[in-house]
């Protein structure tokens, strides 16, 4: 059973696209996150949901606009892709009930902009 | 601004070595987590610690919460090939006028182990 899953793996697309990820999980988790790890492997928060609300909204260009239609699922949306976009894109999940806020990610989708 | 600094940043040995990764700030945070990526993969989580002082072990794996909850370390004992991966820290911080808690996550080390 996948716990974080996201769609797709792998995304080509070329400069100015326009370009949506899914993230679904099956945890029962309330909050969701959008995270992008770079070349160098660091990995910084982008935005997070709690039952459907925003509630982290890190310095991030307009351009990507995430979605929550529901507790299970966070989609992330990005307009008039740039080069600088290329990296890994994670959804992760966790409980805000629990003492720590331990996440749970999914596969990662790579994007390269072309 | 890189608020948790992990060293070595890239670490190479062969298999039965120990190792110790550390995980630096001058931040205080409420709970620490170390976290381990395969290539293609999404980090897993290893283990969480709380208080300050606080020492975990899993299996060969040897984790410590610094005494002012601003540092930690994972130490393995008798390396695996299996143990190859990148090994992130991530520290849990208040944010957002205290709406919520957020991870950030360290630098991340580079661990290669050579049968």
């Known amino acids: 059973d996948t716990a974080v899953s996201q769609t797709p793996k792998y995304l080509v697309t070329q400069m100015g696209n326009d370009k949506s990820i899914k993230c679904e999980q099956n945890?029962?988790?309330?909050?969701m996150y959008w995270y992008k790890q770079d070349s160098k492997k660091f990995l910084k928060i982008m935005f997070s949901?709690?039952?459907?609300?925003?509630?982290i909204n890190e310095t991030v260009p307009n351009r990507f606009s995430p979605k929550s239609p529901d507790k299970a699922h966070l989609n992330l949306h990005i307009n008039s892709l740039e080069l600088g976009d290329s990296a890994v894109y994670f959804c992760a999940s966790s409980s805000q009930s629990h003492r720590s806020y331990e996440q749970y990610f999914g596969p990662g989708t790579r994007l390269t902009v072309t | 601004t890189q608020l948790l600094e992990q060293s070595p940043q890239f670490l190479s040995i062969q298999e039965g070595e120990n190792l110790t990764v550390y995980c630096n700030s001058s931040?205080?945070?409420?709970?620490l987590q170390w976290y381990r990526q395969e290539p293609g993969e999404g980090p897993v989580l290893l283990v969480t610690?709380?208080?300050?002082?606080e020492v975990k072990k899993l299996k060969r794996l040897t984790f410590q919460f610094g005494d002012a909850r601003k540092d930690s370390s994972l130490h393995i004992t008798a390396a695996q090939p299996g143990d190859t991966g990148l090994y992130l820290c991530a520290g849990e911080r208040r944010d957002y006028g205290g709406a919520t808690n957020k991870l950030i996550f360290g630098t991340g080390t580079l661990l290669a182990v050579q049968p």
């Open positions: 610690v709380v208080t300050g002082g």
């Open positions: 931040s205080v945070f409420s709970s």
């Open positions: 945890l029962g988790h309330d909050t």
């Open positions: 949901y709690n039952n459907k609300e925003l509630i």
